[in-house]
Protein backbone atom coordinates (compact mmCIF):
# COMPACT_ATOMS: atom_id res chain seq x y z
CA UNK A 1 0.00 0.00 0.00
CA UNK A 2 1.22 3.24 -1.32
CA UNK A 3 1.62 5.79 1.51
CA UNK A 4 2.70 9.98 1.16
CA UNK A 5 3.16 12.16 3.79
CA UNK A 6 4.00 15.61 3.36
CA UNK A 7 6.02 17.81 5.80
CA UNK A 8 7.01 21.71 5.65
CA UNK A 9 4.31 23.68 5.42
CA UNK A 10 4.49 26.84 7.74
CA UNK A 11 3.56 30.88 7.47
CA UNK A 12 5.65 32.82 5.36
CA UNK A 13 6.06 36.29 4.02
CA UNK A 14 5.55 37.26 0.79
CA UNK A 15 9.12 37.11 -1.61
CA UNK A 16 9.97 34.34 1.39
CA UNK A 17 10.91 30.07 0.85
CA UNK A 18 9.73 27.13 2.00
CA UNK A 19 10.68 23.50 0.80
CA UNK A 20 7.83 21.07 1.03
CA UNK A 21 8.70 17.69 1.61
CA UNK A 22 7.03 13.97 0.58
CA UNK A 23 7.93 10.36 2.28
CA UNK A 24 7.00 7.81 -0.02
CA UNK A 25 6.83 4.15 0.85
CA UNK A 26 4.77 0.97 0.06
CA UNK A 27 5.63 1.12 -3.75
CA UNK A 28 8.62 1.02 -6.33
CA UNK A 29 8.63 4.28 -6.88
CA UNK A 30 10.88 4.34 -10.09
CA UNK A 31 8.34 3.43 -12.11
CA UNK A 32 5.71 6.27 -10.86
CA UNK A 33 4.67 9.73 -11.74
CA UNK A 34 4.74 12.07 -8.82
CA UNK A 35 2.81 15.22 -7.96
CA UNK A 36 2.07 18.46 -6.20
CA UNK A 37 -1.69 19.89 -6.23
CA UNK A 38 -3.05 22.88 -4.10
CA UNK A 39 -5.72 23.50 -2.64
CA UNK A 40 -7.22 27.30 -1.55
CA UNK A 41 -10.50 27.25 0.52
CA UNK A 42 -13.53 27.26 -2.11
CA UNK A 43 -11.71 26.42 -5.08
CA UNK A 44 -10.84 23.20 -6.96
CA UNK A 45 -7.71 21.14 -6.15
CA UNK A 46 -5.41 22.73 -8.56
CA UNK A 47 -1.73 21.06 -10.35
CA UNK A 48 1.53 22.83 -9.10
CA UNK A 49 4.29 20.12 -10.62
CA UNK A 50 5.06 16.83 -11.65
CA UNK A 51 8.16 14.70 -11.78
CA UNK A 52 8.63 11.36 -13.47
CA UNK A 53 10.98 9.16 -10.93
CA UNK A 54 12.73 7.61 -13.62
CA UNK A 55 14.23 10.49 -15.15
CA UNK A 56 13.45 13.32 -13.30
CA UNK A 57 11.38 14.80 -16.07
CA UNK A 58 9.29 17.81 -14.79
CA UNK A 59 6.63 19.75 -15.71
CA UNK A 60 5.38 23.07 -14.18
CA UNK A 61 1.81 24.98 -14.00
CA UNK A 62 2.46 28.64 -15.60
CA UNK A 63 1.83 30.27 -12.26
CA UNK A 64 4.65 28.59 -10.22
CA UNK A 65 7.50 28.45 -13.28
CA UNK A 66 10.68 29.96 -12.77
CA UNK A 67 9.42 30.14 -8.89
CA UNK A 68 9.15 26.33 -7.84
CA UNK A 69 11.25 23.64 -8.16
CA UNK A 70 10.28 19.72 -7.93
CA UNK A 71 12.79 17.00 -7.18
CA UNK A 72 13.35 13.48 -5.72
CA UNK A 73 16.28 11.55 -3.81
CA UNK A 74 16.27 8.36 -4.62
CA UNK A 75 17.82 7.32 -1.42
CA UNK A 76 15.23 8.78 1.46
CA UNK A 77 12.15 8.01 -1.63
CA UNK A 78 11.20 11.12 -1.03
CA UNK A 79 10.02 14.10 -3.23
CA UNK A 80 10.66 17.81 -2.52
CA UNK A 81 9.31 21.03 -3.86
CA UNK A 82 11.26 24.26 -3.42
CA UNK A 83 9.13 27.06 -3.46
CA UNK A 84 10.72 30.63 -3.86
CA UNK A 85 9.62 33.77 -4.40
CA UNK A 86 6.34 33.09 -2.38
CA UNK A 87 3.08 35.34 -3.13
CA UNK A 88 0.01 35.60 -0.87
CA UNK A 89 -1.85 33.78 -3.82
CA UNK A 90 0.37 30.58 -3.13
CA UNK A 91 -1.64 29.75 0.38
CA UNK A 92 -3.22 26.91 0.47
CA UNK A 93 -3.22 23.30 1.58
CA UNK A 94 -0.42 21.41 -0.59
CA UNK A 95 -0.78 17.78 -1.28
CA UNK A 96 1.67 15.04 -2.75
CA UNK A 97 0.37 12.65 -5.20
CA UNK A 98 1.35 9.36 -7.05
CA UNK A 99 0.31 6.89 -9.83
CA UNK A 100 2.19 4.40 -11.82
CA UNK A 101 3.43 5.40 -15.13
CA UNK A 102 5.61 7.43 -16.95
CA UNK A 103 3.51 10.05 -18.54
CA UNK A 104 3.07 13.28 -16.84
CA UNK A 105 -0.68 14.38 -16.03
CA UNK A 106 -2.05 17.81 -14.75
CA UNK A 107 -5.73 16.28 -13.81
CA UNK A 108 -6.01 15.36 -10.13
CA UNK A 109 -8.25 12.12 -11.09
CA UNK A 110 -4.87 10.77 -12.68
CA UNK A 111 -3.24 10.52 -9.62
CA UNK A 112 -4.05 7.07 -7.11
CA UNK A 113 -2.37 7.96 -3.79
CA UNK A 114 -2.70 11.25 -2.06
CA UNK A 115 -0.98 12.77 1.19
CA UNK A 116 -2.62 14.09 4.20
CA UNK A 117 -1.46 18.10 2.90
CA UNK A 118 0.19 20.33 4.41
CA UNK A 119 -0.52 24.21 5.24
CA UNK A 120 1.21 26.90 3.42
CA UNK A 121 0.32 30.92 4.47
CA UNK A 122 1.94 33.56 2.14
CA UNK A 123 1.61 36.84 4.19
CA UNK A 124 1.53 40.05 2.55
Known amino acids: QVQLVESGGGLVQAGGSLRLSCAASGGTFSMYRMAWFRQAPGTEREFVAALRWSDRSTHYADSVKGRFTISRDNARNTVYLQMNSLKPEDTAVYYC?????????????????WGQGTQVTVSS
Open 97 to 113: AASYGGRLYVLAARYDY
